[in-house]
């Protein structure tokens, strides 16, 4: 397991696993370990997987001040990432709500991106927020499943002041496409794998500056790939369609029966869209 130093030598270690050229890989959660993104249903036989555990996860240190868990200053992180593989331009895959960081990192430093690739993104950091609305759209096409009355009565209770905690084991399951043994146990896995005092600090007041990021994010050269569920509400595909208008050079592609996680619902419709646009990013 390598390990380099962040810019306030906090030591960061990330995983390398599958061959060819290298493709960063940003974890959501906000602040969970890399390891929930596996091999990304086989894509490392496609690319060197290069999955960074962020400050304070999985095998990374934990940092002396941690007001650095917010999302705006991992964008440092990343940069010291690239500066200790010696790339001039990196390929960069943020899941989840890692897809505030990767597009923070392109708005800070557009000409060290070679491609983005953005599965499930969260919108935060351009100022599109997921609705109640969405998610109550996104909870109706699961309709009929075992466990949709119980989600769904879990949702309106949280969207009505309820803790998340409390009504999460209902919920997760709109999280995946098919809640089956490999989701459950997938799901399970969150407790393990996340710090839940960053997870607090990711979305501190002044992590975001939503219009500074959008300019930023229109002169992007780079090509970018927004990969949306077909099930998620949290970008819905019309969310994702929403944050790909904002690059000048974007597709987007909707994994159909897939939720948050499209690499375990479908592995190999996920492998073939993002190692098709990795091939050929232009748009």
């Known amino acids: 397991m390598p390990v380099f130093s962040a810019y306030d030598g906090t030591a960061l270690a990330y995983h390398l696993e599958g061959a060819g050229e290298p493709l960063i890989c940003l974890p959501g959660g906000p602040m969970r370990a890399s390891a929930y993104l596996g091999d990304l249903g086989g894509l490392g036989a496609h690319r060197r ?7 304070g996860t999985g095998d990374s240190a934990m940092p002396s001040d941690p007001g650095t868990y917010r999302c705006d200053r991992l964008a440092d992180d990343v940069e010291a990432l690239r500066e200790h593989l010696r790339l001039d331009r990196v390929d960069i895959l943020g899941h989840s709500a890692s897809g505030n960081l990767a597009e923070l990192y ?3 430093h557009p000409l060290r991106v070679r ?3 953005l599965v499930t993104p969260g919108t935060r950091a351009v100022g599109i927020e997921a609705t109640e609305q969405d998610w109550r759209d996104a909870i109706a096409l699961r309709e009929g499943e075992p466990w949709y009355e119980a989600g769904r009565a879990a949702w309106e209770a949280f969207l009505g002041g309820g803790v998340l905690d409390d009504l999460w084991s209902d919920i997760v399951p709109f999280m995946y496409g098919r809640w089956d043994a490999a989701a459950q ?3 399970a896995a969150d407790a393990h794998q996340s710090n839940h005092q960053a997870r607090g600090v990711y979305y501190a007041d002044g992590a975001f500056d939503p219009p500074a990021t959008v300019r ?5 050269d780079a090509p970018v790939l927004v990969l949306a569920g077909q099930y998620d509400g949290g970008p ?3 969310r994702a369609a929403e944050l790909a208008a904002l690059f000048p050079h974007a597709r987007t592609v909707v994994q159909a029966g897939a939720g948050h996680y499209p690499w375990l619902d479908d592995p190999e419709a996920f492998r073939r869209a993002v190692a098709a646009f990795l091939d050929d990013p232009d748009p």
């Open 216 to 220: 930023a994010l229109e002169a992007l």
């Open 185 to 187: 146990a997938h799901a």
């Open 49 to 55: 997987l290069v999955r960074l555990d962020l400050r």
């Open 236 to 238: 819905t595909p019309a």
């Open 115 to 117: 491609t983005l690739t």
């Open 106 to 108: 392109a708005a800070a």
